[in-house]
């Protein structure tokens, strides 16, 4: 296991310590049992205890984190889409900075 995979699966498991009862309908997603299905980059993905999986198959290590932060973080609110921000100005991303950097900039 990565890094990556490590911190997704961190993120799993404070999602699944302190599950949000209206998660379902944040995400949105179709729960099944401790899972959540719902369409991510334009695939099917689904969430649960045990990890993520895109198109059936694990994510590559910063999907599979964007996909641990978007379920961990979501909620009914509307998202404010402007003015843009870098992801280093958003709360708590320090750890994640680093390895969305060298993939991104």
């Not at 995400?27 to 205890?49: D, H, Q, T, V």
């Not at 999907?63 to 961990?72: P, T």
Request: with cysteine; hydrophobic share 45%.
């Amino acid at each position: 296991m990565d890094n990556y995979a490590k911190l997704a699966k961190e993120n799993l498991e404070r999602l699944y310590g302190n599950l949000p009862v209206d998660l379902e309908r944040n995400l949105p997603a179709e729960k099944n049992g401790a899972a959540y299905s719902f369409a991510a980059f334009g695939r099917p993905c689904m969430i649960s205890p045990d990890g993520i999986l895109l198109d059936d198959a694990e994510p590559p290590g910063v999907i599979g984190i964007l996909l641990s932060l978007y379920a961990l973080h979501a909620t009914a609110e509307v998202p404010v889409l402007e003015p843009l921000k870098a992801f280093k100005e958003f709360p708590d991303s320090a750890p994640y900075v680093g390895a969305f950097a060298s993939h991104t900039e």
